[in-house]
């Protein structure tokens, strides 16, 4: 969602998406994404589905090791 903006914290960003936050920790080696949960565990997996957009270029995996 677009429309939600980001906090900055340090190195982090962080915007506040209801049932879950997005994190960026900004490092630099590069940028972690992660998302936090904000309901309780229940079994099994959780499962987060997202579009990506980019205009990097992709590789195989082999090609970064």
Same mark, same amino acid.
């Given at each position: 969602?677009?429309?939600?903006?980001?906090?900055?914290?340090?190195?982090?960003?962080?915007?506040?998406?209801? %049932?879950?936050?997005?994190?960026? !920790?900004?490092? %630099?080696?590069?940028?972690?994404?992660?998302?936090?949960?904000?309901?309780?565990?229940?079994?099994?997996? !959780?499962?987060?589905?997202?579009?990506?957009?980019?205009?990097? !270029?992709?590789?195989?995996? !082999?090609?970064?090791?």
């Amino acid at each position: 969602r677009e429309d939600v903006p980001f906090t900055r914290s340090g190195h982090d960003l962080t915007r506040d998406l209801g %049932p879950l936050t997005e994190l960026y !920790a900004l490092d %630099p080696r590069g940028i972690e994404q992660s998302f936090v949960l904000a309901f309780p565990r229940a079994p099994g997996d !959780a499962v987060v589905r997202l579009d990506v957009c980019t205009e990097l !270029a992709s590789m195989p995996i !082999a090609a970064i090791e």
